[in-house]
């Protein structure tokens, strides 16, 4: 096994692999989300607007001119459960409040075949992006010449179940899960209520991605793109007496957003002397279309549900060629996007 040309001892990932499961507790935070967006807080807490886009480790995309995608998944949510909970109590102990609001929602109607095709067109897209960018792109095969490692990769069906719902590879290509797929969705509570933390988790793509930089003198692009039916608010997790719980959605496709511990879409890349980490472009705003796409049905507090507790439940049939669509043109603004970090940071 060949060695690494340099270890990585400073950023972000290198010190919270560094600090191993003391991460954790940092991480534990009330995930409050406005429109799908993960809402970041300063000294006094005060809001930050986050970043469309951020990038981690971006030093590595410098000098990348050659390149070859090991990993490309789109992922297509049909139903999530999103919550918001408070409980509160006084200093004294005299005084205790707690509210709670959840939703349920669903999509049907998106065939394997529809989401096959939105696959392949974003895949092209990529490729088409790179060349413009100045990329010479080298393909699955040219990759497995370069490295031969990775024609030995394990992978999954096509259409396996994940993180974010049915995961997708391009036609001929393999399905292969990046950092956390195999861990629940967050439902807008703590981050510590996902068993296996991204930070932490070392799938092959992510632990061999890197030596096949470094064997092929190449740079490696992992990328997942998240197809979402809309986009979540949430008030998150409070402590604080008097204060309510609410949860929202907007229909509408959408690239789903996330950051760099609970990432949605998002592009990484080794170069080949990366050390072990890549750089990383993490969609932090979500791209939404509110064009419709389906028959929307809303139902507030179901019978059965429990009295006093804000439920919602959100059903939706979609229109198979008005999402193909609508997902096509969101994709067509994201894809551009990542590359345009990754190539402003060459």
């Known amino acids: 096994m060949p060695s690494l040309p340099r270890p990585i001892t400073t950023g972000l990932a290198a010190s919270l692999l560094a600090c191993g499961l003391a991460v954790i507790p940092s991480a534990v935070q009330a995930q409050e989300r406005v429109e799908g ?21 971006g030093s590595e995309f410098k000098g990348a001119h050659k390149v070859a995608i090991s990993v490309f998944n789109v992922a297509f949510p049909s139903e999530f459960h999103y919550e918001a909970v408070s409980k509160g109590h006084s200093f004294l102990g005299d005084r205790a409040t707690s509210a709670k609001a959840y939703m349920d929602t669903s999509m049907t109607g998106i065939d394997h075949a529809t989401q096959q095709r939105i696959t392949d067109q974003a895949y092209a897209l990529l490729v088409e992006q790179l060349q413009g960018a100045g ?16 024609g030995k990769w394990d992978s999954l069906p096509n259409f396996s179940q994940g993180r974010y ?50 064997d092929g003198k190449i740079g490696i692009i992992a990328v997942t793109l998240v197809v ?11 402590n604080k007496v008097g204060k309510g719980a609410s949860v929202g959605f907007k229909e509408g496709v959408a690239m789903a957003a996330g950051s760099f511990v609970d990432s949605g879409t998002m592009l990484e890349y080794w ?13 932090q705003q979500p791209i939404r279309s509110d064009k419709p796409f389906g028959n929307v049905q809303r139902l507030a507090q179901p019978e059965g549900k429990q009295v006093g507790i804000g439920v919602q439940e959100i059903s939706i049939a979609a ?13 067509g603004i994201a894809i551009p996007k990542l590359v345009s970090v990754m190539a402003a940071a060459r």
């Open 37 to 57: 967006a993960i809402q970041k807080h300063g000294f006094f807490q005060q809001k930050i607007a986050p970043e469309e886009i951020t990038v981690e480790h």
């Open 319 to 331: 229109d198979p060629a008005k999402f193909e669509a609508v997902a096509n043109e969101v994709i």
């Open 165 to 214: 719902g049915t995961y997708v590879a391009p036609t001929g290509r393999s399905l292969r899960f990046l950092q956390g797929d195999t861990a629940k969705r967050f439902t807008g509570g703590f981050f510590g209520e996902q068993p296996a933390f991204r930070m932490l988790d070392r799938p092959q793509p992510f632990t061999r991605s890197p030596y096949l930089a470094h």
């Open 271 to 283: 170069g080949p002397s990366s050390g072990g980490f890549p750089a990383g472009a993490y969609l």
């Open 135 to 150: 990329y010479e792109v080298v393909d699955a095969a040219g990759l497995t010449q370069l490295a031969p490692e990775f």
């Open 228 to 238: 979402d039916y809309g986009v979540y608010s949430s008030s998150g997790r409070s």
